[in-house]
């Protein structure tokens, strides 16, 4: 066997709590464990990335790890801390969505390899599909008590907590069957006798260690991480524009750094025990060099890195460097033309825009109808006219007089040109 599991998880911040005697489980053989991921997106978020983090360790300590889509379970929502029920899905989207996770996890988990611990993944709407309701409440219901799902705090919370106004659902109040069938169905189908998840999933675990003692005669242990939170209260995982994706075409790889590099210290050095693969003394190292210099932001850099590499590749970590650096680069317009347009678009999101259509363009335009005229970036043509006397104007990064005339080797991405007064008012001509 490779390295102690539970040892790796509890110096990486990564163990919240485990049912005595899986220790000595996992000391013995081989064992199977798995995670539960929701299917409702074809592309996973960093909220997701802690459970992800798990299997891929339990991978490395010589386990096998199963990722779970809940296709079946998807379709029910979890009261785990939730207040809405999802969306019913079809099938097709399904399959499209289990294929976009099974690719992602791909930079993670081992799918491929001969070992007996290659990943597997698997989709719990292929054995609950064919279930019927009577069947279901006959076969598994009888074995749980109401009592014993009404004791579970996920229940409890959401009874008795802010939304109780709206009750709960009996499809809700059933999920943790349903999930506690899985443990049981993979329990005997896979020889899996560990489920992994985060602290709000512990009730949903234990019904399913419950039904592998009652229906199954045997024994299943669960395994929980602590639930992410940020130092300074805000959402773990959340950014304005809503979710951190996995998938570069939701979260741009630029964005997904971004997320990173702006970690308080505190989080920085939590985050990168859990989110990495680096070891124990170069952790150490990085958090010791990085209280030295915290100005520098070793810990928050190296963290963005990794994860970029992880989630995307190389390159895309080298662009997003490139592009974090572009606008104190002293070789500016050649830098600036390697970004593709989406990367320019997020480098300078939220930037004053203004739109001149080619033929206005092409035509000429002077720096006066740059800057008032014909884009109001500044308020009159008499300010442009003072600012350019000042020398207070340049066009991508480079100072221009009143005389300087735009032309189409200004043009980044044959549409941007990017104009500065003083160093705080950036402005973007946009050319259709």
Request: glycine share 10%.
């Given at each position: 066997?490779?390295?102690?599991?539970?040892?790796?998880?509890?110096?990486?911040?990564?163990?919240?709590?485990?049912?005595?005697?899986?220790?000595?489980?996992?000391?013995?053989?081989?064992?199977?464990?798995?995670?539960?991921?929701?299917?409702?997106?074809?592309?996973?978020?960093?909220?997701?990335?802690?459970?992800?983090?798990?299997?891929?360790?339990?991978?490395r300590c010589g386990h096998k790890p199963v990722a779970?889509?809940?296709?079946?379970?998807?379709?029910?929502?979890?009261?785990?801390?939730?207040?809405?029920?999802?969306?019913?899905?079809?099938?097709?989207?399904?399959?499209?969505?289990?294929?976009?996770?099974?690719?992602?996890?791909?930079?993670?988990?081992?799918?491929?390899?001969n070992e007996a611990n290659a990943a597997v993944l698997v989709n719990n709407y292929d054995w609950m599909k064919e279930f019927s309701f009577l069947e279901f409440?006959?076969?598994?219901?009888?074995?749980?008590?109401?009592?014993?799902?009404?004791?579970?705090?996920?229940?409890?919370?959401?009874?008795?907590?802010?939304?109780?106004?709206?009750?709960?659902?009996?499809?809700?109040?059933?999920?943790?069957?349903?999930?506690?069938?899985?443990?049981?169905?993979?329990?005997?189908?896979?020889?899996?006798?560990?489920?992994?998840?985060?602290?709000?999933?512990?009730?949903?675990?234990?019904?399913?260690?419950?039904?592998?003692r009652r229906i199954g005669n045997g024994k299943g242990f669960a395994i929980t991480c602590p639930l992410i939170t940020k130092s300074d209260g805000s959402k773990f995982g959340k950014s304005e524009g809503g979710n951190v994706w996995l998938d570069a075409n939701r979260t741009s790889p630029y964005k997904f750094y971004q997320y990173w590099l702006n970690s308080s210290d505190e989080d920085a050095e939590k985050y990168i025990k859990i989110f990495t693969f680096l070891s124990q003394d170069i952790i150490e190292k990085l958090v010791a060099e990085h209280k030295e210099a915290p100005h520098l932001r070793v810990l928050q850099k190296r963290l963005a890195e990794e994860l970029v590499i992880l989630v995307h590749s190389y390159d895309d970590v080298n662009n997003a460097i490139k592009a974090s650096n572009i606008l104190f680069s002293k070789s500016f317009k050649e830098d600036i033309k390697i970004l593709d347009e989406n990367t320019f678009l997020d480098v300078f999101e939220g930037v004053p825009q203004a739109q001149i259509t080619k033929?206005?363009?092409?035509?000429?335009?002077?720096?006066?109808?740059?800057?008032?005229?014909?884009?109001?970036?500044?308020?009159?043509?008499?300010?442009?006219?003072?600012?350019?006397?000042?020398?207070?104007?340049s066009v991508n990064k480079e100072k221009v007089k009143e005389d300087y005339k735009l032309s189409s080797d200004d043009l980044i991405n044959d549409k941007y040109i990017i104009l500065n007064k003083g160093k705080r008012n950036t402005y973007i001509i946009k050319v259709i």
């Open positions: 066997m490779g390295k102690n599991f539970v040892e790796e998880l509890k110096w990486r911040g990564m163990l919240h709590d485990s049912m005595p005697g899986v220790e000595e489980h996992l000391a013995e053989a081989m064992r199977s464990a798995y995670v539960g991921f929701d299917p409702t997106a074809d592309s996973l978020h960093i909220g997701n990335l802690v459970p992800i983090m798990l299997l891929a360790h339990y991978q779970l889509v809940g296709g079946a379970t998807g379709m029910i929502g979890d009261p785990s801390g939730k207040s809405s029920e999802r969306n019913l899905l079809d099938e097709n989207t399904l399959r499209h969505n289990q294929e976009a996770i099974k690719k992602q996890l791909s930079h993670f988990l081992d799918f491929e390899s409440i006959r076969d598994v219901g009888k074995h749980i008590t109401v009592n014993y799902m009404m004791a579970k705090d996920s229940v409890k919370n959401r009874i008795s907590g802010e939304s109780s106004s709206d009750g709960m659902s009996f499809t809700e109040f059933t999920y943790q069957l349903v999930q506690g069938y899985d443990f049981l169905h993979l329990y005997k189908a896979n020889g899996c006798t560990i489920q992994m998840g985060g602290s709000d999933q512990w009730g949903n675990i234990t019904t399913g260690t419950e039904l592998i033929a206005e363009f092409d035509e000429g335009m002077d720096m006066i109808g740059a800057l008032a005229a014909k884009t109001n970036f500044l308020n009159s043509n008499g300010e442009a006219r003072r600012a350019l006397k000042e020398n207070s104007v």
